[in-house]
């Protein structure tokens, strides 16, 4: 008797083939990614790599010219409001209400995902405690401070209660303590086996806080892995996050090394500490 088929893993996201161009201007140029769910992954890359352009495609804001992407295991392109529910998504300089106030705003923001205030408001005022932003609660959001809106956007993306996060430099413009915060959040957020995806040009960041780390240069996943995969396929195992990315991307010798990337794991390694 022939044995049961393994079970396919599923994926928190994934991409097959996806390209996205603006006229001549190829910004994702075929990319292939695998994102176990439990992780944090980090997108490098230098200015213009694409990074933004993959998340807002991913997040299901910006049609891809081909390839499929997968939420969940849930096709995006077949299915986009399946797709689009266990996904929050943060860009780097989030729209937000200004003549709300925080409660109001994330009212607001649980009405779009058809959740009822009363279902909402525990979570809601915990989230406002938990960023510290409940002594703000009778003031306009107009009235924050961009470290203080960034931290707002964090509790809209949470309130439904995502699986998936995808944030587009998430810490920029936090003061230390606040970017502390936010760190503690996203990685209590991935252990309970949740997935964030973030973009950051703070190389520490991704060197403290990933799993797993992909680095884009004109388009393409130029290598990936985590930080130990990364520096044996830039052939310097002793080397920081830095000496790898400017080696894959150029920055220190001109040419790229044209090191494929390795497959991600079906499940991610321990949690380093932030
Ligand atoms: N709406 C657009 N119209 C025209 N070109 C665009 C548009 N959006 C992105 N691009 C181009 O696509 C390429 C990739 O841009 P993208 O914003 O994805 O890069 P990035 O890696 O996020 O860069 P950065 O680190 O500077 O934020 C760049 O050459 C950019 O100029």
């Known amino acids: 008797m022939n044995p049961a088929p393994a079970e396919s893993v599923v994926f928190a996201c994934e991409t097959r083939g996806l390209r996205k161009s603006f006229g001549d201007t190829k910004a994702v140029n075929g990319l292939d990614l695998q994102i176990a769910r439990g992780q944090l992954y980090a997108f490098l890359g230098p200015n213009g790599a694409g990074k933004t352009t993959s998340i807002r495609m991913i997040a299901g804001l ?9 939420i969940e295991g849930i096709p995006l392109r077949i299915n986009p409001s399946a797709a689009k529910r266990p996904l929050a998504y943060i860009p780097d300089d989030p729209v937000l209400y200004g003549k709300l106030r925080p409660l109001e705003y994330l009212e607001f923001v649980s009405a779009l995902w058809d959740l009822p205030a009363s279902a909402s408001q525990p979570c809601a005022e915990e989230l406002l405690q938990t960023l510290g932003l409940w002594e703000k609660r009778d003031d306009f959001i107009e009235s924050f ?7 707002m956007a964090l509790c809209g993306a949470l309130i439904h209660q995502p699986t998936v996060m995808l944030l587009d430099e998430p810490l920029t413009g936090l003061d230390a303590s606040a970017a502390r915060l936010v760190k503690d959040i996203l990685l209590d957020f991935v252990r309970r086996g949740n997935t964030v995806i973030l973009t950051t040009h703070i190389l520490d960041v991704a060197e403290r806080l990933a799993h797993r780390i992909g680095i884009l240069h004109a388009g393409r996943l130029a290598a990936e892995g985590t930080l ?12 920081t996050l830095e000496d790898v990315f400017l080696r894959v991307t150029g920055g220190e010798n001109g040419e790229p090394a044209s090191t494929p ?14």
């Open 62 to 70: 910006l049609r891809p010219d081909a390839g499929d992407i997968f």
């Open 145 to 151: 401070s961009r470290g203080m809106k960034q931290k």
């Open 228 to 239: 130990d995969e990364l520096r044996h396929q830039a052939g310097n195992t002793s080397g």
């Open 261 to 274: 990337p390795s497959p991600a794991p079906a499940s991610p390694p321990p949690l380093p500490v932030a």
